[in-house]
């Protein structure tokens, strides 16, 4: 049974740094697109930012160049390095893989890790 594990979430004030981790059993996981969402309350999710298959990746604007998106195949795990966080960061990250092979889609979602930037 595939399942994403989110861990490294936490307070940290203004400014401050945290690390994500999503550790996946999703096989094989270089096949897959990974990426982090975020949920607030009052607040529709939202793509963070996306890897591809082949490197590729994307973010939403409100955190360009301060959010970084990489994966380590050979540990199937997809990490989002934040720094200069700010209040309006506070969400739940949700890690998110998925797959598309011709018309099948398989996708998958962690139960998310807390974030909270506050001082």
């Known amino acids: 049974q595939v399942q994403l594990v989110e861990s490294g979430g936490g307070l940290v004030q203004p400014g401050g740094s945290l690390t994500l981790s999503c550790a996946a059993s999703t096989s094989p996981f270089n096949a897959y697109t990974m990426a982090w969402y975020r949920q607030a309350p009052g607040i529709r999710r939202e793509l963070v930012a996306r890897?591809?298959?082949?490197?590729?990746?994307n973010y939403a604007e409100s955190v360009k160049g301060r959010f970084t998106i990489s994966r380590d195949n050979a540990k199937n795990t997809v990490y989002l390095r934040m720094v200069d966080l700010k209040p309006g960061d506070t969400a739940l990250y949700l890690c998110n893989a998925r797959r598309i092979l011709a018309t099948d889609v398989w996708e998958y979602w962690g139960q998310g890790t807390q974030v909270t930037v506050s001082s």
């Open positions: 890897i591809t298959t082949g490197g590729e990746t």
